[in-house]
């Protein structure tokens, strides 16, 4: 079974409006830490947000937020004021265990943004 | 350094022929990942390095693949007898033990022709 999957190949949004992009993922561990990371065609993996599983409050960081629902396994990305900028491929991604285990994350296939003008 | 550093950038091979990619992690940093990404597809893990610890070798494709790190600093990967489906962008990655922020290097684009 896929630990991290990512139902939308491609989305567009227009500029200025918000985006959801979808993420669900699979885990029998009670600790555990998801990610959303923004790959722009320049190849850079760049960290955008981070939600622990025992964190009670959505994470947010500027523009993007996390859509938290422990009970469905889904942390959905929320980007406001979509910018032309956004355009980029955007990955989910687990780490399993506890946060002192740094253990590997384990990332979904992808969701390509476009941000029409 | 300031970032995790990775070398050569760029790597165009001959099939059969071995290559060696190298990883600099941030100071301090004790947890060490390497990744594969094929064209257009999603990071494939490949092996993790915590430490003095035994490395996570459990997503090493074959056994053409190797990875060594030296303490908590500089990591190789090793790829022998290149094939053309190792045609990819090898990242590397690296955590201080907290789990909560992994950074990542800029990749080297293996070509295999």
């Known amino acids: 079974a896929q630990k991290i999957t990512q139902t939308q190949p491609g989305m567009f949004v227009q500029e200025k409006e918000a985006v959801t992009l979808d993420c669900t993922y699979d885990?029998?561990?009670?600790?555990?830490?998801l990610f959303w990371y923004k790959q722009p065609s320049s190849g850079e993996m760049i960290f955008l947000i981070y939600?622990?599983?025992?964190?009670?409050q959505n994470a947010t960081e500027g523009r993007y937020s996390l859509n938290f629902q422990k009970a469905r396994k889904s942390a959905n990305l929320v980007i406001s004021a979509s910018q032309l900028g956004d355009s980029a491929m955007y990955f989910c991604?687990?780490?399993?265990?506890?946060?002192?285990?740094?253990?590997?994350?384990?990332f979904g296939s992808g969701t390509q943004l476009t941000v029409l003008p | 350094g300031a970032g995790v550093s990775q070398s050569p950038s760029n790597k165009v091979t001959e099939k059969g022929k071995d290559v060696e990619l190298r990883c600099d992690p941030i100071s301090g940093h004790t947890a060490l990942y390497w990744y594969r990404q094929r064209l257009g597809q999603g990071l494939e893990f490949l092996i993790y390095?915590?430490?003095?610890?035994?490395?996570?070798k459990s997503g090493l494709p074959s056994d053409r693949f190797s990875a060594e790190r030296t303490g908590e600093s500089v990591s190789t990967l090793t790829i022998q007898r290149t094939q053309q489906e190792d045609s990819a962008v090898y990242l590397c990655a690296s955590s201080f033990r907290q789990g909560k922020s992994y950074t990542f290097g800029s990749g080297t684009r293996l070509t295999v022709v």
């Open positions: 390095f915590q430490g003095n610890s035994a490395p996570d």
């Open positions: 991604a687990m780490r399993e265990g506890s946060p002192g285990s740094a253990r590997q994350l384990t």
């Open positions: 939600q622990g599983s025992y964190d009670e």
């Open positions: 885990t029998s561990d009670q600790s555990y830490g």
